[in-house]
């Protein structure tokens, strides 16, 4: 598990979000989309969790829930030791500037009618620098991303999509957090883009320090810059280790699908393994094992009744009755 020598920058423990279903003319609850349910991991400083699985996971949620913009129903997030939930309004605005996100799509997360000096801007004000000093830090904020200063007169729609997820960075960076949640931050670039913005994330976090939460569904994106990855199904935790042991040795039979399904740069490579089906409704989830209905190797006996619970050695979590 993570080197216990390093303190943990976040902690997240039990933690579950139920959103309501409500129909009807008196819109009564009739049922709860089980978006998150009981999860458990932690981000060293200085070092990223990848957090991947399908789309419909509640890989966004979670990163919601941490910011509070989701009220978690149960489970504690602590962040530098501190208890999220025992934090006042006050309190978690120092918090907020301490934990930034950066969007899947650069472009909606961008105001169209401010350039993007002004977006950048926006965020140091809370810092109370003058004018002068604010527009000093806007210019190096976009030195430090790759853009240009001259650029920061211009509006998000005459950037490239590349070049706004940059501006996201920045703006994210403009009030010096310590960590970064980043929701699938390169899905909608090019693949030529998605390199020049991992190189620099990596380059950000050897310069400041900064600790990742990187969210993405691209396996081979989050081993080259994960320090730990959490693969997430349907609500829950599947397996959880160091980088290398998820990819050399994976466990459970969700992981191992993920990583046969991998694209792989060789027209004679065949994969061994594929996913079948549709990820179940998180509304309805199926009883015990979460991942029965698509597993190749689904035993009813041990499968089907209880929730496997996460089995753990020495540098390695898995939620699998068949790996006791």
């Given amino acids: 598990m993570p080197d216990s020598a390093v303190p943990d920058k976040l902690k997240v423990a039990g933690l579950t979000k ?12 009739t049922a709860y989309v089980k978006a998150v349910d009981g999860i458990d991991f932690s981000i ?4 990223t969790l990848g957090l991947v699985g399908e789309s419909g996971c509640g890989k966004s949620t979670v990163a919601r829930l941490i910011l509070r913009l989701h009220i978690p129903n149960s489970g504690a997030i602590e962040f530098e030791g501190k208890n999220m939930a025992d934090l006042s309004k006050n309190e978690m605005k120092g918090i907020r500037r301490e934990i930034q996100i950066v969007f899947q799509d650069p472009y909606s997360s961008l105001n169209p009618r401010m350039t993007i000096g002004e977006t950048i801007e926006e965020g140091l004000r809370i810092l109370g620098l003058t004018a002068a000093e604010k527009k000093q830090k806007m210019i190096q904020l976009l ?3 790759g853009l240009s200063p001259y650029m920061a007169g211009r509006y998000p729609h005459q950037f490239s999509g590349g070049q706004r997820q940059r501006v996201g960075i920045a703006r994210a960076l403009s009030v010096n957090p310590s960590l970064l949640l980043l929701d699938e931050p390169i899905a909608a670039l090019d693949v030529s883009i998605q390199a020049q913005i991992i190189n620099l994330f990596s ?3 050897s310069q400041m320090g900064l600790s990742y939460l990187f969210i993405s569904h691209d396996l081979n994106v989050v081993g080259h810059v994960s320090h730990m990855v959490a693969v997430m199904y349907l609500g829950k935790i599947m397996e959880y280790a160091k980088t290398e042991v998820i990819f050399d040795s994976p466990m459970h039979p969700y992981t191992k699908a993920l990583l ?3 694209p792989e740069p060789n027209p004679k490579y065949k994969a061994a393994q594929y996913l079948k089906g549709d990820v179940p409704s998180p509304m309805d989830p199926p009883s015990g094992c979460r991942f029965q209905l698509r597993c190749p190797s689904v035993e009813p006996d041990c499968c089907g009744e209880d929730i496997p619970m996460m089995r ?3 540098d390695h979590m898995v939620r699998c009755w068949k790996t006791s």
Avoid: C, M
């Fill in 203 to 205: 380059d950000l976090q």
């Fill in 260 to 262: 046969s399904a991998s």
């Fill in 312 to 314: 753990i050695s020495s």
């Fill in 143 to 145: 030195d430090l991303v």
């Fill in 18 to 29: 139920y959103f309501p279903v409500k129909q009807g003319l008196l819109q009564r609850t």
């Fill in 44 to 47: 060293k400083a200085g070092q």
